[in-house]
């Protein structure tokens, strides 16, 4: 089966410009997950939605970052500016049921440098 | 909150031979799940293992194995037979039931030949 696809794999942007990700996960799983993961730490939820509703955003910077599931499917997110403690690597990830313990799948993340 | 505790930040290991990478969390719940990933450069994450916490036998996939201690709060990985392709990031990571995912800092294997 196809995993779950990301792009783009690394983007370089200036502070204070706008940058989106994209992830499509795998067919029929209906829980997605975006994921930063700054250099020498753990990956940190930053948002979990079930088929297109948010389950938990709680750690999502929500004044310069959002996202998006339409349709249950596919996934943006968005960060507008961007600030130099936003380089990371963000991965999306996603399982079939609607439940944590649950194997996730992941994808191959994107690396976003900010200058 | 949950945390969870990798005190290894860097691990090295002689081809063919057997390693152990530890993991400790905090928790006051009795069910939960723990899981060991495993990041190659390639960033993609892939599950190497899977606890449940009401079960008492530790979990085994061929070469991998868990020393889970429930009282101890504690979770290690043993790689058994270690192979140039487990260089790797290794995190350890907890959830309870409806809860987020929470991960350790993880611990660097590299495999040596």
């Not at chain 1, 948002?47 to 709680?58: A, K, L, P």
């Amino acid at each position: 089966e196809a995993g779950v696809a990301q792009s783009p794999r690394y983007k370089i942007i200036e502070k204070r410009q706008s940058v989106a990700f994209w992830c499509n996960p795998i067919s029929g799983h209906a829980t997605l997950y975006w994921y930063q993961q700054i250099l020498g730490q753990g990956p940190k939820l930053l948002i979990q939605f079930q088929n297109n509703g948010v389950v938990d955003d709680s750690q999502l910077p929500k004044d310069r970052f959002s996202a998006e599931r339409l349709k249950g499917v596919d996934s943006t997110l968005k960060i507008q500016p961007a600030k130099l403690e936003d380089s990371a690597v963000y991965l999306c990830a996603s399982s079939l049921g609607r439940t944590t313990n649950e194997k996730l799948f992941f994808g191959s993340g994107t690396q976003l440098s900010v200058l | 909150a949950q945390t969870v505790t990798q005190s290894q930040p860097e691990m090295s290991v002689q081809e063919a031979e057997t390693v152990t990478l530890s993991c400790t969390y905090d928790t006051s719940e009795n069910n939960y799940y723990l899981f060991w990933y495993k990041q190659p450069p390639s960033r993609q994450m892939i599950l190497v293992i899977r606890q449940e916490a009401y079960k008492q036998q530790n979990a085994t996939e061929n070469r991998f194995s868990v020393n889970f201690q429930k009282a101890a709060k504690s979770f290690s990985l043993k790689i058994s037979d270690s192979q140039l392709g487990d260089t790797a990031m290794y995190f350890c990571a907890f959830t309870k039931y409806g809860n987020k995912l929470v991960f350790g800092a993880g611990t660097i294997l590299r495999v040596k030949s």
